[in-house]
């Protein structure tokens, strides 16, 4: 376990600025959760913008009060506290992001009638493991068990592969306008990135976050 994630489990220091960050997690698998029952259930948006809105603003409050509280710890504790500074800037923006993004497929949602039911299946199965990365992603982070984040960063990178080979498939069909469904898939091939990015922080240098084992994150 690295120095820096001791101190964010010393109860007197940084410890409250990890509750945050699960926090943070939670609530963008809420949201993802979401957006995706409306679109694979066809259900109106209203009836969970509100919520979703509600708990984005929640993310955003968090993702400010966790860069305060950094820069507070960066200055009392020095040179030590640097790099958890810059690591939870960093992977906090990633939090974020998974939030912005939910809300982009709740947007997305109204045009859910265009998208037929095998497409909607495809969703469905990507949307499935996608969640699921989401509760894992807090886990591994919070446990920093380096052999389980190099094993989700292989399963994060097959799902945004499988998103991005469904699209390629998808686009080169001619026969029906297949755009709602497609940018379904690039949108959680985003949210699923921003998992992996947070979970690089456990087995990966500074440097390199964001940056996975057989790309991956901002790499693509």
Known sequence: ?????????????????RRRFQEMLADGRHIFDS??????????????REDVFKTDRRINRNEMA???????????????????????????KDAERIGDYAKNLLDLAVHSSGINDEERESIRLRAAETSELLLRAASVFDSQNEEAARKFL???????????????????????????????LRFMKRVAGHSGNVVSSVCMPLDKLDFHPGGGGDED
Request: charged content about 20%; hydrophobic content about 45%; aromatic content about 4%.
């Open 1 to 17: 376990m690295s120095d820096w994630l001791k101190n964010m489990r010393d109860p007197d220091g940084a410890a409250p600025m």
């Open 154 to 184: 292989l399963d994060e990178q097959d799902v945004r592969r499988a998103c991005e080979t469904q699209v390629s498939t998808w686009l080169e069909d001619s026969s029906r306008n297949r755009a709602a469904a497609c940018l379904c």
């Open 66 to 92: 966790l860069r305060r509280e950094l820069v507070v710890h960066a200055t009392v504790h020095g040179p030590n506290g640097f790099p958890m500074a810059l690591v939870l800037m960093s992977i906090g």
């Open 35 to 48: 957006a995706m029952t409306v679109i694979l259930t066809g259900s109106d948006p209203a009836d969970v």
